[in-house]
């Protein structure tokens, strides 16, 4: 912990690691990783899940100490930093899980850091309330979120996710920070939103503020411009002006290997009809009536509030639908439980896998046979392990799992390996119909690249699939079709291989009325 005194010719840097060194374990994280932070940059931390960006930036952040190395901050060289020292010095994280706390007030969210550092780390029983309400303001306004009365004394757990999101953001410059580390900070905003905080690290570089983003959207990077910065199995690969780079090439960079970018369908659905949708309705949907044929990949896309996340949840059973009739394979089916959705031979991938989709503290094991349990028990209850491991096996290889180990935790394993599993945990019934609600949110580029070629894979084999996304890229590749919803209703429908980003988000802009007219 000893200080070391700057003598750099160059402007002093705002952060460097030095050689740092990361040990889980047997696990070797981190191998060596040097980096250098300037003051007013943007920097876009890039790689697939398990190759060191959050135990880096919990390096930096203060959550984790490294097993060796340097960490230079504000002149001084640091073994280890604690999270009071790296808040102290201006270093704000809004990880993926956004660590805000539900039963707080958006006000006391946003400005509960800076009443930390002011207090070394003890809250006072009694927040300064006067102090709060400034400094959540002030924040919030820079984040283009309300600051009126009602909006600040909300329960952050009564919030939707993309404004959580944003809260999660505004905490993060509410204390005049020099660096800004975000965590896949678009997972969950519409595109109007992504623009918004766009304009807000624009004004933050020009505050000469430094934002380092870990994130997996490509397109968001080059928007943002600044610097990329590439890790590969704990190590870092490449570093320099993102603009410098393609896609393709950073693509490979971070998988060490050719991924193609253009289009994943290639093949074409049955004529046989496979799913008919008669005037459903639901919270949020209003007598939406397509088709869906076997083999056909169905994109689904609208804003956040435009009822595409309600329409999943009703032909799955998760929220059932009010009105309306459903047809699968000839015959008509109700479905008012996720269990009579699986009945009727349809499965569902739930957007929040943590939440809805995994058993965590369970093993990839008993997470892959989780749906066939019954089927692999005798007359007495008793479970077939050996062949559910066989399967469990066949599916893990199937969708590329990183481990062989079927015995570790789904909790331990990274985010794209978990999507994996919980796609895998599907494979093992084999559904007529698959509604896959957001399938790479937050997931990395190789591990999209499987995901996306396994989706194809089951068209080609018949499966009828629905892909409920924001991610219009992510459509463009994969579906068929593509429906566009405002207001509960579908809008336009474009042929997925013609379409443009463009044309799809004017189409999410687009009104019933103007549709009509």
């Known amino acids: ?58 390096i930096m952040s203060g959550a984790h100490a490294p097993t060796s190395g340097e960490i230079v901050l504000g002149g001084e060289t640091f073994s280890s930093l604690t999270p009071i020292q790296s808040l102290a010095a201006g270093i704000e994280t809004v990880y993926q899980d956004l660590s805000l706390l539900p039963n707080l007030t958006v006000a006391e969210n946003v400005a509960l850091n800076e009443q930390l550092v002011n207090a070394n780390g003890r809250l006072a029983r009694l927040f300064d309330r006067k102090r709060l309400k400034e400094t959540a303001e002030r924040a919030l306004a820079a984040a283009g979120l309300p600051i009126d009365r009602a909006f600040l004394n909300t329960i952050v757990s009564d919030l939707p996710l993309a404004s959580r999101q944003l809260v999660a953001i505004a905490r993060a410059i509410a204390t005049r920070a020099k660096l800004v580390i975000m965590d896949e900070p678009t997972t969950s905003l519409t595109r109007r939103e992504v623009d918004n905080l766009i304009r807000v690290v624009e004004r933050l570089r020009s505050e000469n503020v430094a934002v380092l983003f870990v994130t997996h959207k490509l ?53 046989e009809e496979l799913l008919k949708v008669d005037r459903l309705a639901a919270d949020g949907v209003q007598e939406m009536s397509f088709s869906l044929r076997k083999g056909e990949i169905l994109g689904i896309t609208g804003l956040a509030d435009s009822g595409r996340n309600e329409l999943a949840m009703a032909l799955t059973g998760v929220a059932p639908a009010s009105a309306g009739t459903l047809t699968l394979d000839g015959k008509a089916v109700t479905v008012r ?105 937050g997931v990395d580029v190789g591990s999209k690249d499987t995901i996306y070629r396994v989706i194809q894979a089951l068209a080609e084999a018949g499966m009828g699939l629905v892909i409920v996304s924001d991610d219009l890229p992510e459509l463009l590749q994969n579906a068929d079709r593509i429906l566009v919803m405002n207001s509960g209703r579908v809008v336009a429908e474009v042929d997925a291989e013609q379409a443009s980003e463009d044309q799809l988000y004017k189409a999410m802009l687009t009104t019933m009325t103007e549709t009509v007219q």
Request: contains cysteine; glycine residues 10%; hydrophobic residues 40%.
């Open 337 to 441: 439980s996720p269990a009579e959705a699986i009945e009727q031979g349809i499965g569902y991938v739930p957007e929040d896998r943590l939440a809805e989709g995994l058993f965590l503290d369970k093993s990839i094991f008993e997470n892959e046979i989780a749906l066939i349990v019954s089927r692999l028990a005798n007359s007495l209850g008793v479970v077939d392990r050996e062949e559910g491991r066989r399967i469990a096996a066949r599916l893990s290889e199937e969708m590329r799992l990183n481990t062989k180990n079927l015995d570790l935790p789904v909790g331990a394993l990274s985010g794209g390996n978990q999507q994996r599993v919980l796609i895998g945990r599907w494979l093992s019934i084999a559904p007529k119909l698959l509604v896959l609600h957001g399938p790479t949110v």
């Open 219 to 271: 397109d968001e990077c080059y928007r943002i411009g600044g610097h990329a910065v590439v890790f590969r199995d704990g190590q870092c690969v490449a570093q320099g002006p993102i603009a410098n780079y393609s896609k393709k090439e950073l693509a490979e960079l971070m998988t060490g290997r050719s991924i193609d970018a253009q289009r994943y369908r290639t093949g074409k659905p049955s004529d």
């Open 1 to 58: 912990m000893a200080a070391q005194a700057h003598t750099a010719q160059q402007p002093a840097a705002l952060l460097e690691l030095r050689n740092i060194q990361k040990w889980f374990g047997g696990v070797h994280a981190l191998r060596g990783i040097d980096l250098t932070l300037q003051p007013g940059e943007a920097y876009h931390l890039l790689g697939e899940n398990g190759c060191g960006k959050s135990t880096v930036i919990k």
